[in-house]
């Protein structure tokens, strides 16, 4: 057959149930719970083989350090207000260091006490000792606070206090020194400044005291205001007045223009209303009350009525005396903007010429007044300085708090922390399920036999014939009523029902490699066909490690090997065995080439006459890679079934072995599953342990009645069983 017609193994699938993963665990237990319980030992014997400590902790309060001193403004340095990692960090690093932990081991002789305890009795050097103090010691921040803790470990529990108390001192020392060192050094630049400025201060007051004498300034001492011809009051004043004179005349100027644009008629009615003139606003009245009466009139008499003519002389009179006013009120008001322009005028005039005579006057003393505001500016500066200088230098020698606080002191533990016992055998527990868990699914995950039956039909595309349980006896020593022949009446049912044609009765049983089960298969298999009624023959044609001989309890002098040589007929070489219908052909004694013989014509005459003679032959071969007598087997008769040992060869190993078979032309029908463990895999424990709850938890009275009704012959007879009569 063409290997390269074989169908293609299918891609497993990448998700697995939640059932797949209690099998893994099921069936690999037993290295989960040896790994577990070594673990658990081992964590165990540790924790109480480590030697016992204390720790004692000490809480400090830590600010930052400001200036050396504060800024002219007397407005101290902003202090760290919260967690800052960088200076806690900082922190650590200082106080694990040579200037902070020297001390401590000064202080505590640290030097002799660990010697004898570490050293034989030799004194330890510093950084020796300043090596196993970090080891033993911990600082941690408390979170979003300026405090720090200290944790000392020790195997004496005062010493533990006394080291960490000592360190918390320590640094406070550390740093008061420090910022002691930094006020002195500040005082110091701090003089050195103020000596200078004072000496350039005589500069200037030199220079201002020359300026006055050569221009001629009679100035008085406290004075920084120059002199000029006018005042700066008088000047504000003139500014106002000009801006309230040029506000009034843009007014009063545009008034007026506005009503230049308008007839005599017009401005009748409007400059009442802008102006105030009572005496035009009268006549304006009378106009309008003799209009009224004159169109009153008119209504009623002709236009040479006398009292029409009457009335529009009146009116005409009054008209005259209005025009006459109005002219008067235009021309007193262009007066008066005249007036206020000429005015306006005038002020700016002495506004400009005040300006000009002042910033004459400011050019030629500017040198000095300027000169004389830089020294009082200087003055103010330098008694600042000397004020703050006196500050700085009170304060230092006044004692005030540290930049360093201790909020709690150590104190002796009173039980051991180290090692913590019920933390390490938990973790230690935990950690030993973790790691028997892991390696169990690493193991899985390396493991590439055969699990399960989709495992079969997916890789193989064959059918499971049969799931053989795991210890299985001998079926030729339990009897017909052994409950684990049930199994293999299940797989002779299937392999009935996958024969294509009746007429097939020769079966090789084979496997890819030894200790599979194909031997035990071939016995108990041919015995339940016997107990079924069928004529079977059994053909041990495994001529390299005959083993169905020993089974039987039968020698191995004749047997096939004598009838292919023509040494003996089949009658000869066939033995009956224990159980009714059932015959037994051993191996014989081994040529030096048996595939000769397996391959001989001889071999084919062999099983036609076999045929003839039995209703079933089931032949036992060698495992079929490797020699190859299982493939001239495979392709001489009828069936061929390939046994699978549950988790014991790789896949591909067992694929290769189904490749061969259809290589050379076997009729390949299933696969027979093999040694599985119905306790751990309960998926098979459905497919074939479900008979053996159902049936064989019946009572005995109930099993002899069935016992009785096959004897009677009512039981239905299999398919593709010839019966006797």
Excluded: C
């Excluded at 000392?152 to 002691?180: G, H």
């Excluded at 014989?588 to 080439?593: F, H, Q, T, V």
């Amino acid at each position: 057959m063409d290997q390269s017609k074989i169908p293609a193994p299918a891609a497993a699938d990448a998700q697995l149930h939640f059932l797949d993963y209690w099998r893994v665990i099921r069936i690999r237990k037993a290295i989960i719970i040896t790994v577990f319980l070594i673990t658990a030992i081992i964590a165990t014997a540790v924790t109480f083989i480590l030697p016992e400590s204390y720790s004692s902790t000490a809480r400090i309060q830590v600010e930052q350090y400001g200036a050396d001193v504060n800024g002219m403004d007397n407005t101290p340095t902003a202090q760290m207000s919260g967690f800052d990692a960088y200076f806690i960090q900082t922190t650590f690093e200082v106080m694990q260091s040579e200037v902070v932990l020297s001390n401590v081991i000064a202080s505590l002789d640290l030097n002799n006490k660990w010697g004898k305890l570490y050293n034989n009795g030799e004194t330890l050097k510093t950084s020796e000792t300043m090596g196993i103090l970090k080891g033993n010691m911990v600082l941690n921040p408390v979170r979003n606070t300026k405090l720090i803790t200290i944790t000392v470990f020790s195997s004496d529990n005062k010493e533990a206090a006394q080291i960490a108390n000592a360190m918390a001192d320590s640094y406070k020392n550390y740093r008061i020194d420090s910022q002691k060192q930094l006020t002195q050094a500040g005082l110091k630049s701090l003089d050195g400044e103020y000596a200078q400025k004072e000496q350039y201060i005589l500069t200037v007051q030199s220079n201002v005291d020359q300026l006055r004498k050569t221009l001629g300034i009679v100035d008085t001492p406290n004075s920084t205001t120059f002199s000029t011809t006018i005042s700066q009051q008088d000047l504000q004043q003139l500014n106002a007045q000009m801006i309230e004179g040029k506000r009034d005349y843009t007014k009063d100027s545009s008034q007026l223009e506005e009503l230049k644009g308008y007839d005599n008629k017009k401005l009748r009615d409007i400059l009442p209303s802008v102006f105030a003139d009572s005496q035009l606003e009268d006549l304006v009245n009378k106009s309008h009350e003799a209009e009224q009466r004159f169109a009153v009139a008119t209504n009623d008499y002709s236009l040479t009525n006398v009292v029409v003519l009457r009335i529009k002389s009146e009116l005409d009179a009054l008209n005259g005396q209005i025009d006459a006013r109005v002219i008067g009120a235009m021309a007193g008001i262009t007066s008066k903007v005249n007036s206020q322009k000429a005015a306006l005028d005038e002020i700016t005039r002495e506004v400009e010429a005040a300006k000009s005579q002042d910033l004459a006057n400011s050019a030629t003393n500017a040198p000095y007044y300027n000169a004389k505001l830089e020294l009082e500016q200087l003055r103010d500066q330098q008694r600042l300085f000397a004020a703050k200088i006196d500050a700085i230098r009170i304060d230092s020698g006044i004692p005030k708090s540290s930049v360093v606080k201790v909020i709690d002191s150590a104190e002796p533990g009173k039980t051991p922390v180290k090692p913590n016992k019920p933390v390490n055998i938990i973790l230690g527990i935990v950690f030993g399920l973790i790691m028997g868990v892991g390696l169990a699914f690493f193991i899985e995950y390396l493991d590439t036999s055969v699990k399960t039956i989709d495992d079969v039909e997916r890789i193989f595309q064959a059918p499971v014939l049969g799931v053989i349980p795991q210890n299985i006896g001998y079926l030729l020593d339990e009897g017909p009523e052994s409950k684990n022949a049930e199994a293999y009446r299940v797989l002779r049912t299937n392999l009935l029902f996958s024969r294509r044609n009746e007429k097939f009765n020769t079966i090789v049983i084979v496997s890819a490699g030894a200790g599979e089960g194909k031997s035990t298969t071939t016995l108990n298999l041919s015995t339940v066909f016997a107990q079924a009624g069928n004529r079977v023959l059994i053909v041990d044609s495994d001529l390299r490690r005959p083993t169905l001989h020993k089974l039987f309890k039968v020698p191995n002098n004749l047997g096939l090997t004598n009838y292919l040589l023509k040494q003996n007929t089949v009658a000869e070489v066939v033995q009956s065995s224990p159980v009714p219908n059932l015959d037994f052909m051993p191996s014989g004694k081994l040529p030096n080439s048996s595939m000769g013989i397996l391959g001989s014509e001889q071999m084919k005459e062999m099983i036609n006459e076999l045929k003839q003679r039995y209703d079933f032959i089931f032949f036992d071969s060698p495992p079929i890679l490797g020699v190859s007598d299982a493939s001239v087997l495979a392709s001489e008769v009828d069936l061929v079934m390939q046994v699978i040992q549950y988790r014991r060869y790789p896949q591909p190993m067992t694929i290769r072995a189904k490749q061969m078979i259809e290589k050379v032309g076997g009729n390949f029908v299933g696969i027979v599953l093999n040694n599985i463990n119905m306790s751990q895999d309960e998926g098979y424990y459905y497919y074939s342990g479900y008979y053996h709850d159902y049936y064989y938890s019946r009572n005995p009275d109930e099993q002899e009645a069935e016992l009785k009704a096959k004897a009677a012959g009512t039981a239905a007879p299999e398919p593709g069983i010839k019966q006797k009569y």
